[in-house]
């Protein structure tokens, strides 16, 4: 037996019988007036915007118009066929040249202007990191008040694996100056449709 077999079946032996489920998630107080306006809010303060689809325009050539041509454009939602799929590359780093990706969220989180994308609305992990921008359709009625709402959901328990994205990437140097999108997507744009 390797000295590592040793010490986890030490450990093994050693671990408590019995149930221990995780504690209750206390309820805080909610967010406070109209979700929609404290949603963009706190999107705009992390470098994230919102798009309004104007009422009876279709998805597809609003998103065209607003994107352009001869990018390379690929989405992870079933509702624009117009664009070519996420999961048509041969693997997750094939979606390394796309400049736009566009995927719908679940529900946004007001306190933190934060939308909710997990395995299901990814499909291919990699298009919400190596994507220049992001596109995040999301429904406004899909809005929740804060954080904590969001992990006693079903969807994040259901979930392979979960990201609260909150604007585009962002990191600062030793003195504190804030770069946008050197790690991951330059742009966030949520469009409430």
């Known amino acids: 037996m390797s000295a590592r077999d040793d010490i986890l079946a030490r450990i093994r032996a050693r671990r408590p019988e019995g149930d221990f489920p995780l504690p209750t998630l206390p309820q805080f107080p909610g967010v406070m007036g109209d979700l929609l306006e404290v949603f963009t809010t706190n999107l705009a303060v992390m470098g994230g915007q919102c798009v309004h689809l104007p009422a009876g325009e279709p998805l597809g050539p609003f998103l065209r118009a607003r ?57 291919v992990n990699t298009i919400a990191y190596l994507a220049q ?9 899909a809005i929740i008040p804060g954080i904590a709402d969001a992990y006693l959901r079903d969807d994040f328990t259901s979930a392979n694996y979960v990201s609260l994205m909150t604007g585009p990437s962002a990191t600062a140097d030793i003195e504190g100056v804030l770069i946008r999108g050197a790690q991951g997507v330059r742009s966030l744009t949520v469009v409430f449709a």
Not at 73 to 85: A, G, H, K, M, Q
Not at 133 to 141: E, I, K, S, T, Y
């Open 67 to 123: 994107l352009g041509r001869g990018r390379l454009i690929r989405s992870s939602t079933d509702e624009l066929p117009e664009f070519s799929r996420t999961d048509d590359v041969a693997s997750p780093g094939g979606l390394k040249d796309v400049h736009t990706g566009i995927v719908r969220a679940r529900f946004g989180v007001a306190e933190t202007g934060s939308v909710f994308l997990s395995d299901r609305e990814l499909r």
């Open 133 to 141: 921008h992001l596109v995040v359709l999301l429904d406004p009625a």
